[in-house]
């Protein structure tokens, strides 16, 4: 999960703060059953259905009155969110001051020797 996404805020608004560290922090597998119950999917279809459901949900949404979508899902976003900006530069730095490791370096070589990793804290 790339954090200079700002994908660390939405995975904890999704599945809260300990899923959210097992997730990250762990870079768990989790199987989609169990990510739906979690919150983190709002469905799971079979592969040869996911651009139909797309396709689903798509005309549903554009079926409603557009301006009230709209302020409704900025109401929505805002309420969920609303500590967001004061942590958003955080996934940013950290990347990037992590991202210069040694841990980093020794990450992706075990990765690339498909071996386990041996971290030091550098």
């Not at 762990?26 to 999917?41: D, I, N, Q």
């Not at 409603?64 to 309420?79: D, L």
Request: aromatic fraction near 6%.
């Amino acid at each position: 999960m790339n954090l200079m996404w700002q994908s660390l805020l939405l995975c904890v608004h999704l599945v809260g703060p300990a899923r959210a560290k097992q997730l990250v922090i762990g870079g768990k597998h989790v199987p989609g059953p169990t990510l739906l119950a979690w919150g983190a999917l709002d469905e799971m279809v079979e592969a040869d259905a996911v651009v139909e459901k797309a396709m689903e949900w798509a005309r549903q949404y554009a079926a409603q009155p557009p301006v009230a979508a709209q302020m409704i899902k900025r109401s929505v976003n805002t309420i969920s969110g609303a500590l967001d900006r004061s942590v958003m530069h955080m996934d940013f730095d950290q990347h990037h001051l992590a991202a210069d490791t040694s841990d980093a370096a020794e990450a992706v070589s075990a990765y690339l020797e498909k071996r386990p990793p041996t971290f030091t804290g550098n």
